[in-house]
């Protein structure tokens, strides 16, 4: 695949990739990430800001996990991942984290990404694929239906503070739920 004349590749990760990796999380996620929308509602949690969380939630498991993860390359510079996980006991084949950096979105790594993991997740005997995006995220869900995924159903995620819970608390004190 070409982008820009410039040649991506698609490749498993080596654990050198996972410092850009980080960034490329730091950078990659403004506007459909859930920490990002924790932060707006209630503010810094436990004192880090959305973007070093969201990192460190892809970080600590490609660190665990570094065999489940895909980059694109260009250059000898990460430009995109993409992480799976197999569900063996339901033969589930699970797409997870994936991104590209801004610069390089619109040229198909996203899609090549998915792609190499779908191709991946069926040669492990998957039965069924998953991916689950937020609702915002408008190009995420653009490359999956091009791959023939379907919409299955929506789901609603609540939060509430410790402060709230504390007060719902204390109101229902004494009363059954």
Request: proline content about 2%; aromatic content about 8%; glycine content about 8%.
């Given at each position: 695949?070409?982008?820009n004349?410039?040649?991506?590749?698609?490749?498993?990760?080596?654990?050198?990739?996972?410092?850009?990796?980080?960034?490329?999380?730091?950078?990659?996620?403004?506007?459909?990430?859930?920490?990002?929308?924790?932060?707006?509602?209630?503010?810094?949690?436990?004192?880090v800001?959305?973007?070093?969380?969201?990192?460190?939630?892809?970080?600590?498991?490609?660190?665990?996990?570094?065999?489940r993860?895909?980059?694109?390359?260009?250059?000898?510079?990460?430009?995109?991942?993409?992480?799976?996980?197999?569900?063996?006991?339901?033969?589930?084949?699970?797409?997870?984290?994936?991104?590209?950096?801004?610069?390089?979105?619109?040229?198909?790594?996203?899609?090549?990404?998915?792609?190499?993991?779908?191709?991946?997740?069926?040669?492990?005997g998957?039965?069924?694929?998953?991916?689950?995006?937020?609702?915002?995220?408008?190009p995420?869900?653009?490359?999956?239906?091009?791959?023939?995924?379907q919409?299955?159903?929506?789901?609603?995620?609540?939060?509430?503070?410790?402060?709230?819970?504390?007060?719902?608390l204390?109101?229902r004190?004494?009363?059954?739920?």
């Open positions: 695949m070409t982008a004349a410039q040649a991506v590749s698609i490749r498993p990760a080596r654990e050198g990739d996972l410092a850009a990796i980080y960034e490329l999380n730091r950078t990659a996620w403004e506007g459909v990430c859930v920490a990002q929308m924790v932060e707006r509602r209630y503010g810094l949690v436990a004192g800001g959305w973007q070093t969380r969201k990192a460190n939630e892809v970080d600590q498991f490609g660190k665990a996990h570094l065999d993860i895909l980059v694109a390359e260009a250059n000898g510079r990460v430009v995109g991942y993409a992480t799976s996980w197999f569900h063996a006991a339901d033969r589930v084949g699970e797409v997870c984290n994936n991104a590209v950096h801004p610069d390089w979105r619109s040229r198909g790594i996203a899609t090549a990404l998915v792609t190499e993991i779908i191709r991946r997740l069926l040669a492990e998957a039965q069924m694929l998953r991916v689950t995006t937020l609702e915002q995220d408008l995420a869900q653009r490359v999956y239906e091009k791959l023939g995924f919409e299955l159903a929506r789901h609603i995620m609540y939060t509430m503070s410790a402060e709230q819970a504390a007060a719902a204390e109101k004190s004494g009363r059954l739920p």
